[in-house]
């Protein structure tokens, strides 16, 4: 298998209790309860409009929540003073949707940019260290000089994967990471996410859409409906949740073709 040893319980790394998110007269959440634990790589779907995303935002405190609490290494992100907020954002790297990367910047300009503002590196430095994280995502030295607008879809993901990682992280937030890319790059970059898991020791929260994603690198996942976490467990238990969503994403031709692909994958020794 590919998921590590099941996390003791304590070792919650992310705890949202009672979380209320409101945009005007719309509720997004609605007394939503999740954890995460230490090492796991946990997907998170949902439908259209369920705040997916609007969760780790809350997580990551770029979005502060109508009601409710965020704690992530046992502390209240918004509660803490500016300095000892900064210094508990530099253990998040977030890859956002679309990579969000600087179009005025060059690859290796991109992932350097947080060593230089946060962790007080020359730009000498700071590139060389670059080359280093984006090399680690598989990117070839070629790549540092070229411009976001000048790379492939997956190139740019990784690219943005290089920047998320570029502070040594323990917490990793994916958005839609393989959104936007050919079968072949989306399982690559799924390979990707889980060799860095395991040699990286990196926690992974991860919005997806992607049923292959789910099958073939999540330990847990968890589904959004009714403005809460309806279900969240091993991917097999969570399938025959009997809500009809749940049925329809899982047990359609879709999720189905992802359930037989996973079931026909060579085991970890083999590849």
């Not at 994280?133 to 790549?143: F, M």
């Not at 994916?174 to 390979?191: M, R």
Request: aromatic share 4%.
């Amino acid at each position: 298998m590919n998921a590590l040893p099941r996390p003791h319980p304590q070792d919650d790394v992310i705890q949202v209790r009672h979380l209320v998110n409101r945009f005007g007269a719309q509720t997004v959440h609605e007394q939503l309860d999740l954890d995460v634990r230490r090492g796991e790589i946990l997907g998170v779907v949902g439908g259209s409009g369920t705040g997916k995303s609007v969760l780790l935002r809350s997580i990551v405190g770029l979005q502060r929540p109508t009601a409710g609490q965020v704690h992530v290494f046992g502390k209240d992100l918004l509660g803490l003073p500016p300095g000892q907020r900064s210094a508990m954002e530099r253990r998040f790297g977030v890859l956002f949707q679309n990579g969000a990367l600087f179009s005025s910047l060059n690859i290796v300009e991109n992932v350097a940019m947080p060593l230089i503002e946060h962790a007080g590196l020359s730009r000498p430095e700071a590139q060389a260290l670059a080359g280093v994280k984006l090399a680690l995502t598989g990117l070839p030295a070629s790549a540092e000089t070229k411009y976001p607008a000048e790379l492939s879809g997956g190139m740019v993901k990784r690219a943005a994967l290089a920047r998320a990682l570029s502070l040594d992280p323990e917490i990793l937030f994916l958005d839609e990471p393989t959104a936007g890319l050919d079968p072949i790059s989306a399982a690559a970059f799924d390979q990707l996410i889980l060799t860095l898991r395991n040699a990286l020791g990196l926690t992974v929260f991860l919005v997806t859409h992607d049923l292959d994603t789910l099958y073939t690198i999540c330990d847990r996942v968890a589904v959004l409906s009714q403005k809460k976490v309806l279900v969240v467990g091993p991917l097999d238990e969570v399938a025959r949740c009997p809500d009809p969503w749940v049925q329809s994403y899982f047990h359609g031709p879709r999720g189905r073709a992802a359930e037989q692909a996973h079931e026909h994958e060579p085991s970890p020794e083999v590849k």
